[in-house]
């Protein structure tokens, strides 16, 4: 790694990390009630150690001659017609009752870790990135495949909240505990602490660079996710035409085989991990030998009991051991927060790509008049797929637009709603350029019916009226006429309450395209989209949706994409496009005297027919 690729991830791994401080600095509350559980829990765990050292302390006043008297806290003493037994089991219950609260607040501990976890962080954050890809361009989910958007929502944002109670909460709790402990073992024997715990700056060196050499495996493990769930999603969608070929087997492989890379990326990282807790653990070690051996010594000598001294001190070296241990953890959680939150921040630093401009108004009802000036348009740099289109469309005007595969036909009517804007000239509606109209009302002057248009699992009235929430079972119903969809709307065995399965699965696609195209008309808009909306039906079926589209395309501009002339013929004018320019423009009858594509597109349309 060079220099400065070096120098470039860690600045980039030092405002990640400062973008998560910030986040956590907003659970700030919640935080310092975890952190005042884990300083009650540190302090009865001492409690709990300290009364048996009393106890040892005090059995060998018993059992041996000279030994010096107890020190009990507080400047208590037992009383003196208190049996030896007597004092045992005081301690004893002291013992007993510091592990008994310790456990009922390590109980409501958890309880609250989780409740900010789990209940408020995850859910939060989850909320914000899904807000945000609302407000994302098409251009962003072209670039970004569904399957690692999924991951991001749900990997990635665990991994985020692990950064609070993980990396943070634990930290702090390391340092406090750390603080803790050193201060009991300094005022033990400062000698013996500081021997003890010289080899400390060694084992934090070793956790730190082994954090590091994780980072990437992090990262390779979640791309290596994003394709796994992408490779699922796909297959899973693509179910049909799996089974239709008797491809079963082909696609279990392709599933297994990105299966088994996700599963033997975690067993290389699982491997490296698996050294670090093991090598912690050693080195832990070293404090305890010095301890044996130095403290050992200063027992015999009587500079230090063996109760209240040796062994408590053996105990907060060991509590200190564990928390040197969740240094390593911290660490560890540390890299795939940061590979986590890059991927996050992605999302919730992509820039909107359809920004409203400052002074933009809403349009109450549109005229529909469309004008193209000069229109260039890409979706990828140095890759034009419009170029200069000038074309006018007037209010109430049916145009179809035709030409062979790849034209820019779906890319030009893109633009009528703004689901992109052009990379040059001008889109207008009623005269103003799109981008001066605020953008939620020209969507709501625009009705689309897609190629392929999507259902919700939800019922037929709510997919009817899902632009419009809030319209009456009078003004669904209606649409539904209007879309020649009520007749098999009302042979369902709930009508319009009849929930639908994923993606309307449990519809033919000619009672697909009818709902989809009720969908549209409720909004009653001054424009119809309609991209190449009979393209998957029948020919019977393709003419019930040229009737109902009659009646809905009546008074209203209606672009519409189609590749059968027995649609196209029912528009007012046609433009051909080719290689993202206009070839052509006439009715139905002037096109077919004209040689070009239309004339030829038709005659084979008419010879494949014979």
């Not at 209940?119 to 495949?145: H, P, T």
């Not at 909004?523 to 019930?544: C, G, M, S, Y």
């Not at 949706?545 to 004018?573: C, K, N, Y």
Request: glycine share 10%.
């Amino acid at each position: 790694m060079t220099a400065g690729k070096a120098a470039s991830d860690a600045s980039r791994q030092l405002y990640l990390l400062g973008r998560l401080l910030r986040l956590a600095g907003g659970y700030w509350a919640e935080c310092l009630g975890l952190l005042l559980f884990q300083v009650a829990l540190l302090s009865l765990g001492l409690a709990g150690l300290a009364a048996t050292g009393w106890a040892i302390d005090y059995l060998r006043s018993l059992v041996q001659p000279g030994a010096s008297a107890v020190q009990f806290p507080f400047g208590w003493s037992p009383p003196r017609e208190w049996e030896p037994i007597q004092v045992l089991w005081l301690l004893g219950a002291v013992v007993f009752a510091s592990a008994a609260v310790r456990a009922g607040l390590s109980v409501l501990n958890a309880m609250a870790a989780n409740r900010l976890g789990q209940g408020r962080i995850v859910v939060e954050l989850r909320a914000r990135v899904y807000a945000r890809m609302q407000k994302l361009s098409f251009r962003f989910f072209d670039a970004n495949a569904t399957g690692s958007l999924i991951n991001r929502v749900t990997g990635d944002v665990q991994a985020v909240r692990l950064f609070v109670d993980g990396v943070v909460l634990q930290a702090v709790g390391v340092v406090v505990a750390g603080v803790i402990y050193l201060s009991t073992m300094v005022r033990i024997h400062s000698g013996l602490a500081l021997a003890c715990l010289a080899y400390l700056p060694v084992l934090l060196t070793v956790v730190v660079l082994f954090a590091r050499w994780l980072r990437k495996d992090y990262e390779e493990g979640r791309g290596r996710m994003d394709t796994l769930v992408r490779t699922f999603e796909e297959l899973a969608r693509g179910i049909g035409v799996v089974k239709s070929f008797g491809l079963e087997t082909w696609a279990s492989g392709r599933f297994l085989g990105t299966n088994d890379a996700v599963t033997a990326q975690k067993h290389r990282l699982f491997a490296k991990l698996t050294v670090l807790s093991p090598l912690v653990s050693l080195l832990n070690q070293i404090g305890m030998v010095i301890l044996l051996g130095y403290g050992g010594v200063l027992a015999i000598r009587g500079e230090i009991p063996v109760g209240t001294g040796l062994l408590v001190f053996a105990g907060v070296l060991q509590q200190l051991a564990a928390q040197v241990n969740a240094v390593g953890s911290i660490a560890d959680n540390l890299q795939q927060t940061l590979t986590g939150a890059e991927r996050v921040y992605e999302i919730l630093d992509a820039p909107d790509g359809l920004e409203e401009r400052e002074g933009s108004i809403p349009i109450e009802q549109a005229k529909g008049e469309i004008r193209f000036e000069k229109v260039e348009f890409r979706f990828q740099p140095n890759a034009t797929v419009l170029h200069e289109i000038d074309l006018v469309i007037r209010p109430g005007e049916k145009i179809a637009i035709v030409g062979p595969t790849g034209s820019g036909k779906s890319a030009l009517v893109s633009l009528i709603p703004r689901f992109y804007d052009p990379d040059g000239g001008v889109v207008r509606l009623d005269g103003r350029d799109l981008r001066d109209w605020r953008l939620d009302s020209v969507r709501r002057q625009v009705g689309v019916v897609f190629q392929e248009s999507f259902l919700f699992r939800a019922s037929v009235a709510a997919n009817i009226s899902f632009g419009n929430p809030s319209a009456s079972r009078e003004a669904i119903e209606r649409a539904a006429r209007l879309a020649s969809a009520a007749e098999f709307i009302e042979r369902l065995p709930d009508g319009y309450d009849s929930v639908l399965h994923e993606n309307g699965s449990n519809l033919s696609g000619g009672q697909r395209q009818r709902l989809a195209l009720a969908r549209a008309i409720l909004l009653d808009p001054a424009i119809l989209i309609l991209d190449d909306p009979t393209a998957a039906v029948d020919a019977n079926t393709e003419h019930e949706i040229l009737a109902a589209m009659e009646g809905v395309m009546a008074g209203r501009t209606t672009v519409l994409i189609a590749h059968r002339f027995s649609t196209v013929r029912r528009a007012d004018r046609i433009v051909v496009l080719d290689a993202g320019r206009i070839v052509a423009a006439g009715t139905h009858e002037e096109l077919a005297e004209v040689p070009g594509y239309y004339r030829d597109a038709l005659l084979a349309e008419k010879g494949g027919a014979a």
